[in-house]
């Protein structure tokens, strides 16, 4: 495109005052009175053929310069038109719904692709498909059992849509399409999909509803569901210019289309109006390249900068997929006030209503939230036994203490059990005794594992200057660690061992010639929980006692570490320190430690001998959730990762917090 320069006029605030504007441009951008030429050659600027648009079209016409039409991607956000996108068009020639002219898009349509296009056209199909992408992606999925069978699906648009008129249609379009749709599909339903916005009451659509839902054979879809599915199972589909139907096609259906939109004209649709003589027929490889890949610009959700597809793919993908686990109604029982906000960011796609009382039980179509374990003999007493959602810290959770008010990272969300509860198998211990961990799954884990332990990362990332120096001479140096031994983790993970005093006496049984260094837990070191029963006399048990050194550090200076159900036993095999464990923490049992304390009943359920990356894989791929602190939107546990490192480094918050935390924590 010419010129590094656009030009806007002043009266189209909404569009200059967008602080990204001029990045996702890559041009400085300048307002203009439209008085005057704007000087070097500046393109001007505005949104499609509304009227910022219009303006641009007659300022460049008026001033012999360039025009920038620019409009949202197809691939544009997750939730609808008033939430942010994170793609642009940027059109210097028309734009891609105006069939009276030619635009950029129609022109890269044109281009054929090479080999490498061609595959990459190929995979970009298979993952839209994969993904059930749209233009927008915050809707749930239509429940498959439901739909009715067999269907065409007919699309409604709002009313007042540029893209109707300027894709030769009107509104007596819709009510043909319709009825077309009738005639010639005697032996199916026909589904009209209403549009998101006029669902919302935004604005009106085209159809009576009432009329609508009088005829028997057609069913009004209305509730705001994703049109994934709907396109995936239909028949056919019949659209106006909607852009579900360039989505039908990327799912290879047959499209009948009453306008002439973008994706009409090219001999992939069966088309009602003639077509440009501008459009010749091309394969949908070359017309999904062209519209996907080289017409649209991307960006990445979490860091603003401009990116592939396949990676907006990704993101939005995972969005989709995590807001679908649970049920569309939540109860969340129990949780302070703090936490709220975060429950509703990691069971986002679910209507969550907080309660401090339970309400009857009974069929319902919610579920029950809780933290862990906290409430379960409430939950028990009152008949909830089913349909829990249990709640606790993920393994790579923050900087800072939990117990500090500190917003997590990770949380795991947990529908059969929690991964501390030894008494009962957990989503966590299912999934090691039976995914099917494939080669790319272990790839994955080995390069998360390897980003972990290069970048020191543990729980909650507490970092501590001091260096502890081995003492010379001795063969055998062994890191007890200690827990809050009213902790949940002890109650429903530990065998016969429970306190700290008698972890430290048979580690020392155990082990009588090593040097032992016990570490306190360090909500117990920051006074935030109490010091186990007999605590104070571990000296008796041990040679030496740490405290402010981090857990990391210490790896490389002992042989082997003893716990109970910490943890920090999982983080030392991360980094292949030798772990012996005297209760039945999540990762005993699988063959990857030396385990005393486990009892017939899980050593059952924990037959399968797996690999580390196997372990890494199930803990911190497969069972977490993680919610970035940027977006406050899910994303992986390499950026987790990413983001920890960058926590790490700011400033370290007010000791305010901590005291709050001291006034507030509920024993």
């Known amino acids: 495109m010419a010129g590094t320069l656009a030009a806007v006029h002043w009266l189209d605030w909404g569009l200059w005052s967008q602080r990204q504007l001029a990045s996702r441009l890559d041009a400085s951008v300048a307002i203009t009175g439209g008085l005057l030429p704007y000087r070097g050659g500046a393109a001007y600027i505005g949104w499609g053929l509304k009227k910022s648009g219009l303006r641009a079209l007659a300022l460049s016409k008026r001033f012999d310069g360039h025009c920038w039409l620019l409009e949202d991607g197809f691939l544009r956000s997750l939730e609808g038109s008033t939430s942010p996108s994170y793609s642009l068009v940027v059109d210097d020639v028309g734009i891609y719904y105006d069939a009276s002219r030619s635009s950029r898009l129609e022109r890269l349509a044109a281009i054929s692709l090479d080999d490498a296009q061609q595959d990459r056209a190929l995979r970009l199909l298979q993952a839209w498909r994969y993904h059930r992408l749209s233009k927008y992606n915050g809707g749930p999925d239509p429940i498959p059992n439901a739909l009715p069978k067999p269907y065409v699906l007919v699309v409604d648009q709002t009313a007042g849509d540029a893209a109707i008129a300027a894709g030769g249609a009107s509104a007596t379009s819709f009510q043909q399409m319709l009825g077309d749709a009738l005639a010639a599909n005697p032996d199916c339903r026909v589904v009209v999909r209403v549009h998101p916005e006029v669902v919302q009451g935004r604005k009106h659509g085209h159809y009576d509803l009432a009329s ?82 080289r017409y649209a610009r991307y960006f990445n959700p979490e860091t603003g900068l401009g990116c592939e597809i396949e990676t907006l793919m990704e993101w939005m993908g995972l969005q989709r997929k995590q807001r679908q686990r649970f049920p569309a109604r939540l109860l969340a029982y129990g949780f302070s006030r703090w936490k709220q906000p975060f429950v509703r960011d990691f069971l986002a796609g679910s209507k969550t209503v907080f309660t401090q009382t339970l309400p009857p039980a009974g069929p319902s179509d919610y579920s029950i939230v809780t933290w862990g374990h906290k409430h379960s003999a409430e939950l028990e007493n009152a008949g909830f036994r089913e349909h829990v959602l249990r709640i606790e810290d993920g393994f790579l959770r923050s900087v800072g203490l939990g117990a500090d008010l500190i917003r997590p990272l990770s949380w795991v969300i947990d529908p059969e059990g929690i991964y501390y509860d030894a008494r009962s198998r957990s989503r966590l211990e299912r999934i090691l005794a039976q995914e099917p961990f494939t080669d790319a799954l272990r790839e994955r884990a080995a390069l998360l594992r390897q980003l972990i332990v290069e970048a020191g990362v543990t729980k909650y990332n507490l970092q501590h200057p001091e260096q502890w120096q081995r003492p010379s001479g001795k063969n055998q140096v062994v890191l007890v660690i200690g827990q809050v031994e009213s902790d949940a983790a002890i109650r429903y993970g530990a065998n016969t061992v429970r306190r700290n005093l008698d972890l430290l006496k048979s580690v020392r049984q155990a082990r009588p010639n090593a040097w032992l260094l016990y570490k306190p837990h360090p909500d117990v070191r920051a006074g935030l929980r109490k010091q186990g029963e007999g605590e104070s006399d571990a000296l008796r048990w041990c040679d030496e006692i740490i405290g402010d050194y981090s857990f990391e550090s210490l790896l490389p200076h002992v042989d082997e570490v003893h716990v109970l159900t910490s943890l920090a036993g999982f983080e030392a095999l991360l980094r292949h320190v030798p772990v012996v464990t005297w209760g039945q923490p999540f990762y005993a049992g699988w063959g990857l430690t030396e385990d005393h304390e486990m009892t017939p009943q899980v050593q059952a359920r924990r037959t399968r001998r797996i690999s580390l990356d196997d372990l890494v894989a199930a803990t911190l791929i497969l069972y977490p959730t993680y919610v970035s602190r940027v977006t406050r939107s899910f994303c992986s546990p390499e950026r987790a990762v990413q983001e920890l490192l960058a926590w790490r480094s700011e400033r370290k918050p007010s000791p305010l917090r901590r005291i709050v935390a001291r006034l507030t924590r509920k024993p």
């Open 212 to 293: 609508l839902r009088a005829n028997p054979r057609i069913v009004v879809v209305a509730d705001g569901s994703h049109p994934a599915l709907w396109i995936k199972h239909a028949h056919a589909v019949y659209t106006v210019t909607s852009q579900i139907g360039f989505e039908a096609l990327l799912w290879s259906k047959s499209v009948h289309v009453y306008g002439m939109p973008f994706y009409a004209g090219w001999g992939l649709t069966q088309d009602l109006l003639p077509a440009p003589s501008r459009r010749k027929h091309i394969p949908l490889e070359q017309l999904a390249y062209a519209c996907l890949i």
